[in-house]
DNA sequence: AGAGGTACCTGGCAGC
DNA sequence: TGCTGCCAGGTACCTC
């Protein structure tokens, strides 16, 4: 489910409800996600104030005084404000309750995403510590992808979805931004230009971030906090559009795995 | 060091 | 109405 944009809108959509509040009760219904959520998750958060909500790449990181609970939504998960009567789903594995009333309630019918919690300072975190840049700073440019890249032999869209080189760009939005860029999917990243890959950073850059300003991609079951769909699917150029005409040039949208990943691209727009 | 494959898990859908 | 197989927004970890 989630990358970049929907992480993002995920955290705008939970921190005006629980930023600075109190933790009154965490209620743990399936500790079996990708890594088992601590069992002293509940004592070390009850009691303590949400200081405050940060994303890190596809992570949401809960600061308190106490140490930092570290989440991630995997590919199926969902985070939503609801308060304690609401009866809990099927799914619904974690809740951390505050005491204004309010439930931070995380679902995640894969279980492929984690609840973790650490004592020490989050970017020394193993999951935390090898990430690269976030795409939207400054340190995110073309002339970084370049140098990164040199005598690389993986191919470019690989090589922007490693989250040691950039954070945050998932599936959908690696196609949509080499689409945007003119850049073959397959192309290798070791062979593309410091001028194209100016052009990719901005384009990465630019897709995100209009992403975000539409509360990310709904295909499935992306909701936001406040259980409503993001509506970037309608900007959508090429993911999810084999066989429609190219929005440029009306060739076919062609789509083929990559790295084991469904990969959409324009073989006359993209080269 | 980097590339590639595997594993984790549930649900929805197409095809029979 | 089943059943089967395939697909899905992620990524750590293993081997080569």
């Given at each position: 489910m989630p990358e970049l944009p929907e992480v993002e809108t995920t955290l705008r959509g939970i921190e005006p409800h629980i930023d600075g509040q109190i933790i009154s009760n965490v209620i743990i219904r399936n500790k079996n996600l990708r890594w088992p959520v601590p069992g002293t998750l509940k004592k070390n958060l009850v009691g303590q104030k949400l200081k405050q909500l940060q994303r890190r790449g596809k992570y949401i990181l809960l600061f308190t005084d106490n140490g930092t609970v570290i989440l991630h939504l995997g590919m199926s998960g969902s985070l939503r404000i609801c308060d304690a009567k609401t009866t809990p789903e099927k799914h619904d594995h974690v809740d951390i309750e505050f005491k204004n009333g309010k439930v931070l309630r995380y679902r995640d019918p894969r279980r492929f995403g984690c609840v973790l919690w650490t004592s020490k300072p989050v970017e020394e975190h193993k999951l935390i510590s090898p990430m690269g840049p976030e795409p939207l700073t400054d340190e995110f440019d073309g002339d970084y992808l370049h140098a990164k890249s040199r005598k690389r032999k993986n191919n470019v869209k690989g090589f922007i979805m490693d989250s040691k080189i950039?954070?945050?760009?998932?599936n959908i939005y690696a196609s949509e931004a080499l689409f945007r860029a003119g850049i073959?999917?397959?192309?290798?990243s070791g062979r593309v230009s410091k001028e194209r890959y100016q052009l990719l950073a901005k384009c990465i850059k630019e897709v995100l971030s209009e992403a975000i300003k539409q509360g990310g991609t709904t295909l499935k079951d992306f909701t936001r906090a406040d259980g409503k769909p993001g509506y970037f699917k309608q900007s959508l150029k090429v993911y999810d559009r084999a066989g429609l005409n190219c929005i440029v040039c009306k060739q076919k949208i062609k789509q083929k795995t990559l790295n084991q990943r469904s990969t959409y691209y324009c073989s006359q727009c993209q080269h």
């Open positions: 950039v954070t945050g760009v998932g073959l999917p397959s192309r290798q």
